[in-house]
């Protein structure tokens, strides 16, 4: 499959004979390469899977290297366990750092200015940065002295899918090459190279071709959805007997627990053998929506109030909002009901991937057991403050 990305994030290649000329200084202090520097100009375009249309490199970092002739001695050898996680504030990153720590690794957390400070990172034992991807001139300081970027970030649902997840991306992956990085592990979406009409999914396939073509060494997995997500969207609201809402779409997924996800990833991290592959991990069984709603009911003992949104609904209202730029954003991630309305099965066999990493398959939590486990804890914690609610109502 060739990579199409839609035509808003491409770029047209332009003509290095017809460039300005580059600047003789940057803030890199010379360790980008003559190629890297005209690459982080958009000068260089990444080579195509295919003769189809080609992922263009924008011009996002305007720096270069001291001169094509200068010859810099060997740096001082980073540490095989230094490490940079970017996106450690999200559902997956902090399960990323935690187990990191746990495991031993000198982690590093990439995380943008914030008026609240992730400060539970460092509290874990973390060393936070600030940096952000839109702004690819902070990036190469976050990269000094680390010999591992473990790439979990995606955009706020409040911006462009492009901003953090191409343009950003790009420019992290280009940075970790110029600077050295000596290995690079990135999750995208299973089934991302089948589905080029959803934006984010054609991007993560894009970013894929586009970290191989770096020549970087590294790590693609595919992911199929986290069991985390689930209990905000259906056993909150249950618990609460609030509306949970639901489609009527016959998409199946294997969720997987992100503990499991961040065990295997550090697995696969000290395997040689996995070395520039690409791994998918999913878990043991796939669930449409209305059989995880069943599971939440018979956990939670009540009935779930269920509005059901037909997929066919999703897709009009995709279709309005393209009809506007400021509305565009929102379109592309509804885009997903174009996903949603094909019998689709995001789940994968793991036996070759279990054997691969010398794991065993049955060590992988089931969603079963992961809900069960949820609703024994919240149940029991609920009947325990209501015992104290009805103790404190004693007067004497």
Not at 290 to 310: K, S
Not at 316 to 343: G, I, M, P
Request: aromatic share 8%; hydrophobic share 40%.
């Amino acid at each position: 499959m060739a990579c199409r990305l839609p035509k808003q994030l491409a770029t047209t290649p332009r003509n290095v004979n017809h460039c300005h000329p580059l600047p003789k200084t940057c803030t890199l202090h010379g360790l980008l390469s003559w190629r890297y520097a005209l690459s982080l100009h958009g000068l260089v375009a990444s080579s195509s899977p295919s003769p189809g249309r080609r992922c263009y490199v924008r011009p996002w970092v305007t720096c270069s290297a001291l001169g094509a002739e200068a010859n810099l001695a060997p740096g001082t050898p980073v540490r095989q366990t230094s490490i940079l996680v970017v996106g450690s504030t999200g559902t997956l990153g902090r399960q990323i750092v935690r187990r990191a720590l746990d495991e031993g690794y000198d982690v590093r957390c990439l995380v943008r200015p914030r008026p609240a400070p992730a400060d539970f990172l460092r509290d874990w034992g973390a060393t936070v940065v600030n940096a952000d991807l839109s702004k690819p001139e902070t990036i190469p300081a976050t990269l000094v002295g680390i010999h591992t970027v473990i790439d979990c970030a995606t955009g706020r649902p409040e911006e462009p899918i492009k901003t953090v997840d191409w343009e950003g991306k790009v420019a992290l992956i280009q940075c970790a090459k110029a600077m050295g990085i000596q290995k690079f592990v990135f999750f995208s979406i299973h089934n991302c190279d089948k589905h080029p009409e959803v934006p984010l999914m054609e991007i993560k396939y894009c970013t894929e071709k586009f970290l191989k073509d770096s020549g970087i060494n590294h790590i693609t997995i595919r992911l199929c959805g986290f069991m985390q997500g689930l209990i905000g969207q259906y056993a909150v609201p249950i618990l609460e007997e609030k509306s949970v809402w639901g489609t009527d779409a016959p998409t199946r997924i294997a969720y997987m627990d992100t503990q499991d996800i961040a065990r295997l990833t550090f697995i696969a991290l000290r395997n040689e053998k996995v070395n520039g592959k690409l791994l998918t991990f999913a878990g043991p069984r796939a669930w449409t929506t209305q059989e995880v709603i069943t599971l939440c009911e018979r956990l939670a003992g009540q009935d779930a109030n269920v509005t059901t949104v037909p997929v066919s609904v999703l897709r009009l209202t995709r279709q309005l909002t393209r009809l506007f730029e400021w509305t565009n954003d929102v379109a592309d991630r509804l885009a997903f009901s174009e996903v949603l309305t094909s019998d689709t099965v995001f789940s994968a066999p793991m036996s070759e991937t279990c054997s691969l990493l010398g794991v065993d398959a049955k060590d992988v939590f089931s969603l079963e057991k992961y809900l069960q486990d949820y609703f024994t804890n919240i149940l029991k914690k609920l009947k325990d403050l209501k015992a104290q609610s009805k103790q404190a109502d004693i007067y004497f």
